[in-house]
């Protein structure tokens, strides 16, 4: 029985449309042209979109400092450093893909719902191993976690977003941030489901499989 599942980038059920820009429909794909300036965390290893690579930075897309619910969230937490935050698209252990509000400050990484704005994660930094990421230019990365399960997701500002993790985790410690570039790796979906993921180029773009293991 083939226990492969391929998926060729997002894909959505019935009406529903993907987040802003989640499409990446205006981004100058580079394919086959390595970036050899980029320094960590891809030091002229990953395939990147030349929009990634020109894209001005601004850390806080959903302007959480004035969105109450989001802020009483993060108070309760004692966290108001705001990092990084944007939408990103979280795949749970069985395949489905779920919109998640994505903070990053200097303590923890937060998933909001988006629609109820209730918070249905928070890891710790301290917890957090590595990232994942394969060698292309796709949007999917994961966060590796090994005192919980782990976290895969898309998002179309993951340079941005691992290049935040790395810097804070840096400057907050006495150590970097590992970041894993392979086009294969694994991570576990569920405190009791290994997957691996491989990605590899297609003429349609890039083509991600998961073995369940």
């Known amino acids: 029985m083939d226990r492969f599942k391929e998926q060729r980038g997002p894909k959505f059920d019935g009406d529903e449309s993907p987040p802003p820009d989640f499409d990446g429909g205006d981004e100058d794909r580079s394919v086959g042209e390595v970036d050899g300036g980029d320094q960590t965390p891809f030091a002229g290893g990953k395939v990147r979109r030349k929009a990634s690579r020109y894209r001005e930075h601004r850390g806080d897309y959903l302007h959480v400092s004035s969105r109450p619910g989001l802020m009483r969230i993060l108070e309760k937490q004692g966290d108001t450093s705001i990092l990084f935050a944007d939408k990103v698209l979280k795949f749970t252990g069985s395949g489905k893909m779920k919109r998640r509000i994505f903070i990053l400050t200097d303590f923890a990484i937060y998933l909001i719902d988006p629609e109820t ?31 919980e399960y782990d976290l895969f997701m898309a998002s179309t500002r993951k340079t941005e977003l691992v290049q935040v993790m790395v810097d804070v985790t840096k400057s907050a410690s006495d150590y970097e941030l590992e970041v894993l570039l392979s086009n294969r ?3 576990n979906a569920s405190a009791s489901l290994v997957k691996e993921v491989s990605f590899e180029e297609s003429e349609g773009g890039i083509k991600t499989k998961f073995l369940w293991k």
């Open 185 to 187: 790796f694994e991570y």
């Open 117 to 147: 704005e209730a918070m249905t994660r928070r890891i710790a930094l301290a917890a957090v191993e590595k990232m994942c990421l394969s060698k292309l230019s796709d949007n999917f990365f994961a966060i590796i976690i090994p005192t």
